[in-house]
């Protein structure tokens, strides 16, 4: 092997020297990921968004080669999950599986967060489109929309219905569903999906707003029924079920969705690996077909389409919140 010169050396020196002065997380980018990767769900295990996760998980890790943790962290309506991940150090190994409900509605009734959601998050990519639902325990005895209005006038102290937490998007759809309907109805928020089922199932609550993907087994398997779906129209991957505005409930609508999220700083060419993966893994149609299963839909969006996204959802809503007197209970 010949020998550097002086010359060379310090040439080779010179060139070195701006990668070394590179923060460790952008010189480490080339080799992206290089340690397992956390996927934060600022939920309870059960609920869509970490359906969602455990699905694209094991894809991605197939991908590139290294573990992609789903870490469940509730509470707070989503904000403790959230929390963690904003500030997490933007070194591309934590990423927030997030949803209307945490990213939007608990984030315009919160006062007290620490930080401006859409200043802390960059977008990675949006994932999925999920309905919500009106869903009821098998012995209430009801089996549509205007016989769960009628059931309700009945009662002399109204009923209680669960959400997966306060600000979620299933919490917005029961708030609408009581001010469109005039019903007596109490929230009675929960740590996730996964709780809030539970409880309908076990009769402790009597009805529930929570999202398709987490209630179509449930329903399927006789454990509980679903009413309505809170779309506009009705879900094509589940034509039978009608919807709440069908069903005598004017101007109804509320839905969520999944998406993916890093912390402001990440750098760059982790985001964008990350999203061109995922869109692949969307478009496979095992994938597509899956979600469908699931009662969700893929709706890839790419980094800059996701945040624009955002700041339209939070254009949208804010008046709808304000105009409804909604505050973090």
Known sequence: MPRLTRRAAIITSALAAPALLLPAAARAQ??????????MVPWAPGGSNDVAARLLAPQLEARFGQPFVVENRPGGGGAVGMGLVARARPDGLTFLVSSASNHVFHALIATDLGYDVRQAFHGVAMLVDVPNVVAANTAFGVTNIQELIAKVKSLPHG???????????????????????????????????????????????PV????????????????????AVGTENRVPSRPDIPTVAEQGVADYAVRSWTGLFA??????????????????????PATRARLTEMGSEPIYMDPAETDRFVRQEFDRWGPVVKA???KQE
């Open 30 to 39: 080339d080799g992206w990921p290089n340690r397992p990767v956390t996927l």
């Open 159 to 205: 009923i209680s219905f669960g959400s997966s937490g306060v600000g979620s998007s299933n919490h917005l759809a029961g708030e609408l569903f009581r001010l469109r309907t005039g019903l007596d109805m109490t929230h009675v928020p929960y740590r996730g999906g996964g709780p809030a089922l539970a409880d309908v199932i076990s009769g402790t609550i």
């Open 208 to 227: 529930v707003f929570l999202n398709l993907p987490t209630m179509l087994p449930p329903a399927e398997a006789g454990l509980v029924r679903i009413l």
């Open 263 to 284: 912390p402001r700083g990440t750098p760059r060419p982790a985001i964008d690996r990350l999203s061109t993966a995922l869109r692949e893994i969307l478009d496979a």
């Open 324 to 326: 409804a007197g909604l």
